[in-house]
């Protein structure tokens, strides 16, 4: 399943549900409906939560540059969970073309045909082979010039309209194994179609920290330092500067260009306990970060799960292509 329907899917039906009541202006209607709608294709009716962390996951995978230029590498890294100390392996491709999403590690189109069509739309240099190896991160280098891309964007690329909002799409896609559990996950890469593009930065998220005000908040770290109560609900706040939802010129209403604002996503992960919200969305002009990357955490009873300590993943999504995120454990209290 592709890692961006998987994680969106859930928030793309309950705003598409709510949309009317969210959403007060016209440009953010668009900006969520353009996140959400891409992420609602292809979902099931059914639903199963993403919260609980209890198996091998694949909850991330960050291209860092999110837009890499002609003749750059960007490096392809994977967010990966797991209660288990077996090794890990790691199998990556890529693809000219997105595909089916819930194929999406089978490349349509093969190596030697995509070669020649790039080759008639102006691409003479080599294209980097499917297979990228078996390292813990990807490399994949932009072998394309931004005209060709844009060529194809006008015309379609092996008969396909190609959706060409902030850049050419392809798709990078992975394989992880641990003994008999398998995960497989894809990301979408846009690639610039203009010469000298500023790529888009990943979101860049803060540390972990419980409390209801910023001055009772205790800052989570790795080694579990802090105690949570359990049975209650705990302000569970990530921190993030303001200057992370970037600030664009992308395309306004009138067709025209405007000064746009990126939506960011929160997605919440723990190995123990429930979340108020299992995802979080920040609307410029229509709610405040502070309150959107902020959930309400609930650890269960010592008898229903003993265990002392839980690890939290926040995982934040833009809308275009960034992802970052953030980790920390927390101990839990005791209870009869």
């Given at each position: ?69 002609p003749g750059e590498t960007a490096t392809i890294a994977p967010l990966v969970y797991s209660p288990s100390d ?40 080599p294209l980097p082979p499917y297979d990228l190896g078996a390292a813990t991160t990807a490399a994949f280098t ?195």
């Amino acid at each position: 399943m592709s890692l961006d329907r998987h994680f969106l899917c859930r928030a793309a039906r309950i705003v598409l549900v709510r949309g009317a009541r969210m959403i007060r202006h016209a440009i953010a209607t668009l900006l969520v409906l353009g996140l959400l709608s891409a992420a609602l294709a292809g979902c099931g009716a059914s639903f199963d939560s993403p919260t609980l962390l209890t198996k091998l996951r694949l909850l991330a995978l960050q291209s860092s540059p999110v837009n890499p230029a002609p003749g750059e590498t960007a490096t392809i890294a994977p967010l990966v969970y797991s209660p288990s100390d077996q090794p890990l392996a790691f199998r990556w491709s890529w693809c000219p073309l997105l595909g089916d999403a819930n194929q999406g590690d089978v490349c349509p189109i093969s190596y030697d045909d995509a070669t020649a069509m790039l080759a008639s739309s102006g691409v003479t240099a080599p294209l980097p082979p499917y297979d990228l190896g078996a390292a813990t991160t990807a490399a994949f280098t932009n072998p394309f010039p931004p005209d060709a891309l844009a060529g194809l964007c006008a015309a379609g690329f092996d008969g396909q309209t190609l959706d060409c909002r902030n850049g050419f799409p392809i798709r990078v896609s992975v394989r992880v194994t641990q003994a008999a559990a398998q995960q497989v996950g894809t990301t979408v890469v846009r690639l610039p179609l203009a010469a000298g593009a500023v790529s888009n930065a990943n979101p860049v998220p803060g540390a972990l920290s419980v409390g209801s005000t910023s001055q009772d908040a205790q800052v989570l770290d790795d080694a579990g330092s802090v105690s949570v109560p359990r049975l209650r609900d705990s302000p569970l706040h990530v921190a993030i500067d303001e200057s992370q939802a970037e600030t664009y010129l992308g395309a306004g209403l009138d067709g025209g260009i405007a000064t746009l604002r990126e939506t960011l996503l929160f997605s919440w992960f723990a190995e123990v306990g429930d979340f108020d919200n299992t995802r979080t969305l920040f609307i410029d002009g229509s709610n405040d970060l502070g309150g959107q990357s902020t959930d309400k955490w609930k650890p269960p009873a010592t008898r229903v799960d003993p265990r002392p300590t839980s690890r939290l993943i926040v995982v934040v999504r833009d809308d275009r292509g960034g992802v970052g995120w953030t980790t920390a454990a927390a101990s839990l209290a005791a209870t009869p």
